[in-house]
Nanobody
């Protein structure tokens, strides 16, 4: 099995930055693609960003393009989501997800492994 643990969430003001980390443990060789999703109160979970192993292909939701950056350190089994210029609409629980597939996936149902989530709150 694979375990994912997110950290780095918190309460910030609009325009501030946060750095979320996702650390994997267990059978980490199974992890090829890692994605970040978020879920705001009363809303469905949505795709934020994803990155693949090897080629390091990245993808972002339109709403975060230019503000968020995803990166990974395979040696440390860690994926980071750097979030800049945060807006109140970025407020949500952010989840890290991982899968064995070798391509970018934006549907949450396609990911096999999930973390417990970390709360991000952006005040105006």
């Amino acid at each position: 099995q694979v375990q994912l643990v997110e950290s780095g969430g918190g309460l910030v003001q609009a325009g501030d930055s946060l750095r979320l980390s996702c650390v994997a443990s267990g059978r980490t060789l199974r992890i090829i693609t890692v994605g970040w999703f978020r879920q705001a109160p009363g809303k469905a979970r949505e795709f934020v960003a994803a990155i693949t192993k090897g080629s390091g292909e990245e993808a972002y939701a339109d709403s975060v393009t230019g503000r968020f950056t995803i990166s990974r350190d395979n040696a440390k089994n860690t994926v980071v989501l750097q979030m800049n210029s945060l807006k109140p609409e970025d407020t949500a629980i952010y989840y890290c997800a991982a899968d064995q597939r070798t391509y970018i996936m934006t549907l949450d149902s396609t990911y096999d492994y999930w973390g417990q989530g970390t709360q991000v709150t952006v005040s105006s």
